[in-house]
C-alpha cells in the first residue's frame, strides 16, 4: 500500500511539474519537427518570404527577400567559420561590382550562430548586401547541409538554382549573363 502510494505521488508530481514548466508531449514537438524538415524548396518552387536579420547599415531590422522583386537575386550562404566560403567571396564580391549595373543582386546570408562572428573583421571585410539567418528556418527549408552554396532566384522569387557554380569559376558569369532581362 504505501508503495502504491510513493508511486502515485511521484506521478502526479512528475505531471505538474510538466505541466508547470509548459513541456509538450514528445509527439507534439517531433510533429513540429517533422513538418519543418519535410519543406524542402525545389526548383520552380516559389521562394518563402523568410525573415532575416540585416548585418549592415539598417543594423538590427528584420528583411525579406520579397523586398528584391523585380531583379534576379544571386544569394550566397556562408559562415564565418568556412574556409571555402572566405575564398570564394572576393570573387563573389568582383562578380557583383563587375554586374553592379544589372538586374541582379548578390546577397550573402550568414548562418552563423554567434553574432559576435559574422559582426567580426570577416564581416567588414566582406561588404555589400549582408543578412544574418535568424533561425534555421532557411536552412531547413532550402536543404542547406553545406557551404558555401550558391541559390539563384528569379525576378518573381521563384528558384531557379539551388547549386549554382561557385563565383571563381568563369561559368558562373556566362551563366547570369544568359538570364533573359538581365
Not at 513541456?23 to 519535410?38: L, P, V
Request: contains cysteine.
Amino acid at each position: 500500500m504505501l508503495k502504491t502510494a510513493i508511486i502515485t505521488i511521484m506521478s502526479f508530481s512528475a505531471l505538474l511539474f510538466s505541466a508547470y514548466t509548459g513541456n509538450t508531449s514528445s509527439t507534439e514537438q517531433e510533429k513540429t519537427s517533422a513538418k519543418i524538415d519535410t519543406i524542402k524548396i525545389k526548383v520552380g518552387d516559389k521562394c518563402p518570404d523568410i525573415v532575416f536579420r540585416d548585418t549592415v547599415g539598417y543594423e538590427g531590422n528584420d528583411v525579406k527577400l520579397s523586398s528584391f522583386k523585380g531583379k534576379y537575386v544571386l544569394i550566397d550562404v556562408w559562415a564565418s567559420w568556412c574556409a571555402p566560403c572566405r575564398a570564394q567571396y572576393p570573387h563573389f564580391k568582383a562578380l557583383a561590382a563587375k554586374m553592379e549595373k544589372k538586374a541582379i543582386v548578390f546577397l550573402s546570408i550568414s548562418i552563423d550562430v554567434q553574432v559576435w562572428r559574422w559582426k567580426g573583421s570577416v564581416l567588414n571585410q566582406m561588404g555589400g548586401i549582408q543578412w544574418k539567418v535568424k533561425d534555421e528556418t532557411f536552412e531547413k527549408v532550402f536543404g542547406i547541409n553545406t557551404i558555401p552554396r550558391y541559390i539563384l532566384l528569379d525576378k518573381k522569387g521563384t528558384v531557379l538554382s539551388l547549386n549554382m557554380t561557385m563565383p571563381s569559376h568563369p561559368e558562373l558569369e556566362q551563366e547570369l549573363m544568359k538570364l533573359k532581362g538581365i
